[in-house]
């Protein structure tokens, strides 16, 4: 046994040769490893350093839950293709939720609560992709960039879904809707200028998210008038609202003037389309598309260039492009039929009734032209994240 005298040596002798020690601290998100003298440098001017991880002593519901699938998952299988696979399902749900309300009562009930299976599924794919990463050492910035690249959509997808299966007032659902992009966008501004991710509860408001769904099918058989129906509608029309100015306040207290200014310029932006559809220039749907892919575009451009270290070069002007071609469309151009351009191939493809302007078309143009450009940004980009 080793008495205290020879214990003392040994103290002294680490401490004498300190110098010789390098602690390195690895990221086992992304596989990146810094010294431990960085901590400081990583950690923001009055942030509690224990905010930048999950509390330990609260229960991690996402691990409770995705444990057991985890051995399941077969070791060659790529993390990120769990990711894949979570983008197409969010899109699925999104479908669902926002068609849900057209369709009879029985089939609406029955939708929801695929819904909610579709949603809890989504929230377990989030998860396994990094814990399948991290237990199969299959960490990359590659897969760091496509989860919360995926994310600045699936917020949104997510929020809107819930706000259509409600049935929302035009209002509610546009505020819910700008004031979630700006929640998520505030943590992606502080993520990349103070190079650091203030973790948050999603996890668990999707699953709470699901039971919502449960709820939602359940309030499907009541008529519109019910009590119940009305309370449902205001109670979580104003909790919800509440509940992310709260959260976003807890990153705005955080930032400097610079990123105020960032996050100024979404909330401006957004606040703009959900003007356009308050007054009945978009449609619910289309607002909730452009939203989601205005969401995409901006905050998923802040994902990648945080990654890259590199300066975020402000909003893509092709939304401003965009938005003030809308406006121009309803109150100076005069409605332009989609048959005009057709008409030469009625006798090839018979007369369809294409009744529909032009402008009306504006605003899935736009989803697919920002779409188009995150994308493009991200493979441009690509080789530097695969990159050792």
């Known amino acids: 046994m080793t008495d205290s005298s020879t214990l003392k040596e040994v103290v002294r002798h680490l401490e004498a040769h300190k110098r010789f020690i390098s602690p390195v601290i690895k990221n086992l998100d992304t596989g990146e490893t810094f010294h431990a003298s960085e901590l400081n440098s990583r950690v923001p001017k009055g942030v509690d350093p224990s905010q930048l991880s999950k509390d330990r002593r609260r229960l991690d519901l996402g691990e409770l839950v995705c444990m057991p699938v985890l051995g399941l998952i077969p070791p060659t299988m790529k993390p990120n293709t769990i990711t894949y696979i979570n983008h197409v399902a969010n899109w699925m749900l999104l479908v669902m939720a926002a068609f849900s309300p057209i ?211 402000g909003i893509d002007p092709a939304i401003y492009h965009w938005l003030i071609g809308i406006i121009l469309s309803h109150f100076v151009a005069e409605p332009i039929p989609i048959r005009t351009f057709f008409s030469r191939l009625v006798p090839l493809i018979g007369d369809w009734s294409f009744d529909s302007d032009v402008h009306q078309l504006l605003p899935y143009g736009m989803c697919v032209d920002l779409g188009l450009r995150n994308v493009a940004q991200f493979i441009k980009a690509k080789p530097r994240f695969v990159q050792k």
């Open 103 to 313: 369709l009879p009562v029985r089939w609406q009930m029955f939708v929801l609560c695929l819904c909610a299976v579709v949603n809890f599924l989504c929230m377990m794919l989030d998860c396994l992709d990094g814990m399948h990463a991290r237990a199969t050492n299959q960490t990359s910035k590659l897969g760091e960039v496509l989860d919360h690249w995926f994310d600045a959509i699936h917020v949104p997808m997510v929020c809107g879904g819930v706000a259509f299966a409600l049935q929302f007032s035009t209002w509610a659902l546009t505020i819910t809707m700008v004031l979630q992009v700006a929640l998520y966008g505030a943590q992606l501004i502080v993520y990349h200028y103070q190079r650091v991710f203030l973790q948050t509860s999603g996890v668990e408001g999707q699953a709470l998210t699901s039971l919502i769904y449960i709820w939602a099918a359940t309030l499907a058989s009541y008529p519109d008038d019910h009590y119940l129906v009305a309370l449902t509608r205001t109670g979580l029309s104003v909790i919800g609202p509440v509940t992310m100015i709260k959260l976003s306040w807890y990153f705005i207290t955080r930032m400097d003037r610079v990123q105020l200014h960032d996050l100024g310029l979404i909330v401006a932006v957004c606040s703009a389309f959900a003007a356009l559809c308050i007054v009945g220039i978009l449609s619910r749907f289309e607002f909730l598309l452009v939203i989601s892919f205005i969401s995409f575009r901006v905050i998923g451009s802040y994902v990648v260039d945080s990654v890259l270290q590199r300066p975020h070069p």
